[in-house]
């Protein structure tokens, strides 16, 4: 049975949803590749600044030899349904 939540069981979900992804922007910005390693989907893949695809094995290696760093994170999200 699905139940409607109210407009405040709304918001309190929205702003737990934002703290995680203000957490996961903070974790890619200072370099904490344990906690990204945590956070990120496997199979997740991203569009670099150079405008390659690269995977999160990819990403975690680069972080690790800390090859990139990042000065700023926009985040826009993708959804295929194939």
Same mark, same amino acid.
């Given at each position: =049975?699905?139940? $409607?939540?109210?407009?405040? +069981? &709304?918001?309190?979900?929205?702003? *737990? /949803? +934002?703290?995680? +992804? +203000?957490? &996961? /922007?903070?974790?890619?910005?200072?370099?904490?590749?344990? *906690?990204?390693?945590?956070?990120?989907?496997?199979?997740? *893949?991203?569009?670099? !600044?150079n405008n390659q695809v690269m995977r999160? !094995?990819? /990403?975690?290696?680069? =972080?690790?030899?800390?090859?990139?760093?990042? $000065?700023?994170? &926009?985040? =826009?999200?993708?959804?295929?349904?194939?």
């Open positions: =049975m699905n139940k $409607k939540l109210s407009k405040d +069981e &709304e918001d309190q979900i929205r702003r *737990a /949803i +934002e703290a995680i +992804e +203000e957490e &996961e /922007i903070r974790s890619v910005l200072e370099g904490k590749v344990a *906690a990204v390693a945590r956070d990120w989907a496997d199979d997740l *893949a991203v569009n670099a !600044p999160k !094995p990819v /990403i975690l290696d680069l =972080m690790r030899q800390r090859v990139r760093r990042q $000065k700023s994170c &926009e985040e =826009m999200v993708a959804t295929y349904n194939c």
